[in-house]
């Protein structure tokens, strides 16, 4: 007998009662969704930034490399999606498009399509995250629906900068992911 | 040593019990007002304690149609009848991939099956990268608290030992400093591992997929980078839907650390091309627990530690005075089921206060359970000279006469006998504090005289 | 209370306060008797059991327990002043067999003091002067058991039954405290099994009551006055300590 059926037999023969489940209602969260989500970056050590500032940004130098997704910031991005990964170590800006965000508590949310490869929004120093602001949705019920039940190998929210209070709950930002959140609502 | 023993032991650096203690509550306090900014709390726990109802009364279903579509999805699915299981399949995938060095980030089951050393002794190196984490495997103890590691470590003892391991600065505690020096000594460790191990925090069932939920990013940095994830879940770890997430991880992170939500949630459900997913579903006890009644519902944990964070007893006594992988409260109802001799003194690590019980995001009874486990263990123990002392004093209160000659004789004897017989050491309530002061007639005799 | 001839209490006096907090039994049974309720002491009580059953000896408190329901089957009501009595009657107690239905008739009819005052009683509010800052310590059996008052950890609107009876008492200063409910640290046979921790959660709360300038400390069990009073008289604080009975004792004529 394979390990798989001794753990099935073991629960299937205490024949416990079946529960039925829930209905979830429909809780209706924030009315100012652009405010609320802008209050939980905010609070989540993220920032809001507006097209112009981001590009302000750009021009000025301060990331010397930089990788795009998004059409509108094409033309700052001077790398290459690489074969591996690996080579974006040293990479000092990712620009990204989320697909819609939440706004109880920030979260973005990105799948395979919009990240090209996993590990970019973690082995980025700086994140940027370009997402519409007729996206949002107010709580994560909501952000559920919305996903259905589409297929993606690997889906992410995102809803702040890489963080940690491991030394004596002092906040510290950017353990080993991105070390800032920067999104811009177009 | 027992609890009792270890808590006084804990509570003897006065300084430092205080301030673990202060650190605990104001994580606590985090959790309150961030509830209270959502009025459907209660519901949300009411809801989330249901489905989890459901989960156990149809585990079975629910675990054959994950393995059937994670399957579908590509991901490989192991099952683990107990902790030794478990740890040969990591090493089994280990050496087929011919793997010598992994990065791990935090997963309670993995400290359950005492995995590190396994690997360790059969020649892997193993990195746990989630800073609390790693801080302890440098110091070679356990982590805790099950979601803040360190949570006993103030940052002098830290940058003393990244001094040590890391060459920082001696004496620099800048807790920005010496975490930019770990992102950087881990960083080294996640570009070089070809394998990474992560938990999972939940299993659906219904789309085959697991999420991995993370405010470092360390679980993600791991295994995307990595050409081999092995995820290492509880059997109980399951929920039936997709849309159940969102009562979960709403839940999640408030109850943890007051957070609205943590960082990272990813949701894995195919592995990037030419790369490879394996999930160990493990049982290690969980079915043995399931089969029991009273105690069935502490499977319903979605080990978030506010359970600890609320416990006046685990602030001032600390994670390692219980001796078990999970302290705290919900250790103390599970811990107890994997070995009742050991973890016999832990539900009396309680004063049954409720607390738990009301932050526990699931609604699992954790105080209801501490009870009754004490009903079992004396039971398993037999006669004690405990069970002789509440037998005797069953004696004495089932027969009116015997108990007032005694309350009498006990009255009697606190006015009468001189202190040092009273506070001698061998009676413990007088150690730190006052007996009652003595009144002249008990209640009973004042009513025989006001109200005959 | 509407009932065709007036209601019989009896009043359920835990073991210790009997014996060393005999004023706490007397205000209870004057004050109900002030507010007009017919009180009886049945003499032949002895205790619920709770001590045994939470040493983990519930299944050899049967004779207790069944003792316990007969000397009080033949009352319309069964007050106590205090919580984790009441609790453990209603929630810990074995069955008691052939008593079945007196067991559960006495679980619908035992309230502790301030909840039969507000729930069966009516009362709404009582006036006096009391002019002292005071600080309520409810047992955690009391309240988070019996639901005496709302607890800190759940998203629910605030109520407290011991408030409702204290806070229009002209003069009254009821002091918010750092941690609102946190538990004293007595838990039973915790006191002598756990010292250390049951101390220093006592010295703790104390500090908190202590800090903010409480005068009074008011507690609806006696258990835990018992176990913060050894403490406060040992370190040689001059808090007082009062059941909430003695001072509605003390308001009402």
Redesign the interface.
């Known amino acids: 007998m394979s390990s798989k059926d001794i753990i099935i037999e073991k629960i299937r023969i205490l024949k416990l009662d079946q529960k039925p489940l829930p209905e979830i209602p429909d809780f209706e969260g924030a009315t100012d969704l652009i405010q609320e989500f802008c209050i939980s970056i905010v609070s989540n050590k993220g920032e809001i930034l507006s097209a112009e500032e981001l590009i302000k940004k750009l021009e000025s130098g301060i990331y010397p490399s930089i990788f795009s997704t998004d059409l509108t910031f094409e033309h700052f991005s001077n790398q290459a999606l690489p074969v591996d990964v690996h080579s974006f170590s040293k990479l000092d800006l990712a620009i990204l498009n989320g697909q819609f965000a939440v706004a109880e508590n920030g979260a973005i949310w990105l799948e395979d399509s919009d990240l090209r490869l996993r590990a970019i929004p973690f082995i980025t120093e700086h994140l940027v995250i370009v997402v519409s602001r007729d996206s949002l949705v107010a709580t994560m019920h909501q952000a559920y629906d919305r996903i259905g039940d589409k297929h993606s190998g690997f889906g992410l929210f995102i809803a702040g900068p890489s963080k940690t209070a491991d030394i004596e709950q002092s906040l510290v930002i950017g353990a080993h992911g991105a070390k800032s959140l920067m999104v811009v609502l177009i | 040593m027992s609890?009792?023993q270890e808590?006084?032991e804990f509570?003897k650096d006065s300084a430092k019990?205080k301030w673990h203690?202060d650190?605990l509550?104001?994580?606590r306090d985090k959790r309150?007002k961030m509830?209270?900014t959502?009025?459907?709390?209660?519901?949300l726990r009411?809801?989330a304690s249901?489905?989890k109802?459901?989960v156990?009364?149809?585990?079975?279903d629910y675990?054959?149609e994950f393995?059937r579509n994670a399957s579908k999805?590509g991901i490989h699915v192991h099952?683990?009848?107990d902790a030794e299981?478990h740890n040969a399949i990591v090493l089994s995938i280990l050496k087929k991939k011919d793997c010598t060095a992994i990065v791990k980030s935090k997963s309670i089951l993995t400290e359950e099956c005492h995995l590190n050393p396994f690997l360790e002794k059969n020649g892997v190196e193993v990195v746990d990268?989630?800073?609390?984490e790693r801080?302890v495997q440098f110091l070679g103890q356990p982590p805790s608290h099950i979601v803040?590691?360190?949570?006993h470590?103030?940052?002098g003892e830290?940058s003393e030992l990244f001094h040590e391991r890391l060459g920082t600065e001696k004496g620099n505690e800048d807790?920005?400093y010496?975490?930019?020096a770990?992102?950087h000594h881990?960083?080294e460790k996640?570009?070089a591992a070809k394998v990474a191990i992560t938990g999972v925090n939940f299993g659906v069932a219904e789309?085959g997929e697991f999420v991995v939920c993370t405010?470092?990013?360390?679980a993600?940095?791991g295994v995307?980078?990595a050409d081999t994830h092995i995820a290492s879940m509880g059997?109980e770890k399951i929920i039936?839907k997709?849309?159940?997430?969102?009562?979960f991880?709403?839940l999640l992170a408030r109850s943890a650390?007051g957070?609205?939500?943590?960082?990272?949630?990813?949701?894995?459900?195919?592995?990037?091309s030419g790369k490879e997913i394996h999930i160990i579903?493990v049982?290690n006890g969980r079915?043995a627990q399931?089969?029991r009644e009273n105690f069935r519902d502490s499977l319903k944990c979605i080990r978030c530690g506010a359970c600890m964070n609320?416990c006046?007893?685990y602030r001032?006594?600390g994670g390692f005075s219980y001796k078990s992988t999970v302290p705290g409260p919900i250790g103390s109802i599970l811990s107890p089921g994997l070995d009742l001799q050991k973890h016999s003194s832990l539900p009396?690590?309680?004063?049954?206060?409720?607390?738990c019980?009301?932050?526990c995001p699931v609604k699992i009874n954790i105080h209801e359970q501490l009870?009754l486990w004490?009903?079992e263990?004396?039971?398993a123990q037999g006669t004690s000279i405990?069970?002789l002392s509440?037998?005797f004093?069953?004696g004495?209160?089932?027969?009116?006469l015997s108990?007032n000659y005694s309350?009498k004789i006990?009255?009697m004897a606190l006015k009468n006998l001189p202190k040092s017989l009273i506070y001698n050491p061998l009676n413990?309530?007088g150690?730190?504090?006052?007996?009652?002061?003595?009144?002249n007639?008990?209640?009973?005799e004042?009513?025989?005289k006001n109200?005959p | 209370m509407s009932h065709k001839s007036k209601p019989h209490i009896a009043l359920f006096i835990p073991c210790y306060v009997d014996q060393f907090y005999p004023n706490a039994a007397i205000a209870t049974l004057e004050v109900l008797e002030k507010l007009g309720c017919q009180v009886t002491y049945p003499m032949d009580q002895t205790c619920c059991g709770q001590p045994m059953a939470n040493a983990g000896f519930e299944r050899d408190t049967v004779g207790t327990t069944k003792h316990f329901i007969e000397t009080f089957a033949a009352y319309d009501y069964v007050v106590c002043p205090s919580g984790s009595c009441v609790l453990h009657v209603k929630e810990h107690s074995p069955t008691a067999p052939g008593l079945e239905k007196e067991q559960k008739a006495l679980h619908d009819k035992i309230f502790e003091f301030t909840e039969f005052m507000t729930d069966i009683l009516g009362i709404e509010k009582i006036e006096g002067s009391f002019p002292y800052r005071i600080g309520y310590h409810a047992s955690c059996h009391g309240q988070r058991g019996l639901r005496l008052s709302s607890s800190s950890e759940l998203n629910e609107k605030p109520f407290s039954k011991a408030k409702k009876l204290l806070e229009n008492l002209e003069g009254l200063e009821w002091v918010e405290l750092a941690r609102t409910d946190e538990c004293c640290g007595f838990g039973g046979t915790f006191a002598v099994s756990e010292e250390a921790l049951s101390v220093q959660m006592g010295k703790d709360r104390l500090e908190d009551h202590i800090s903010h300038q409480v005068e009074i400390l008011i507690g609806g069990d006696m258990s835990c006055i018992m176990h913060l009073q050894g403490i406060a008289l040992r370190q040689k604080q001059s808090i007082k300590f009062k059941h909430i009975a003695e001072i509605l004792n003390e308001i009402l004529k």
């Not at chain 2, 004495?396 to 009116?400: A, G, H, L, N, V």
């Open positions: 609890h009792p808590a006084a509570l019990s203690d650190t509550w104001f994580i309150d509830s209270h959502i009025p459907e709390w209660e519901e009411e809801l249901s489905i109802d459901n156990l009364g149809n585990l079975a675990l054959e393995e999805n099952w683990a009848k299981e990268t989630d800073l609390g801080i803040l590691p360190a949570i470590l103030k940052k830290i807790p920005y010496l975490t930019q770990a992102r881990l960083r996640f570009l789309t405010n470092e990013g360390n993600d940095m995307h980078l059997i039936p997709r849309t159940h997430l969102g009562v991880l709403r650390t957070q609205n939500i943590t960082n990272y949630n990813s949701h894995f459900r195919s592995p990037e579903l049982d079915t399931l089969g609320t006046p007893i001032r006594s009396f690590a309680s004063t049954l206060c409720g607390s019980t009301d932050v009870y004490r009903q263990i004396t039971k405990k069970g509440m037998k004093g069953n004495i209160f089932k027969s009116p108990y309350g006990m009255r413990v309530w150690k730190q504090r006052d007996l009652p002061p003595v009144p007639e008990s209640f009973k004042w009513v025989k109200r």
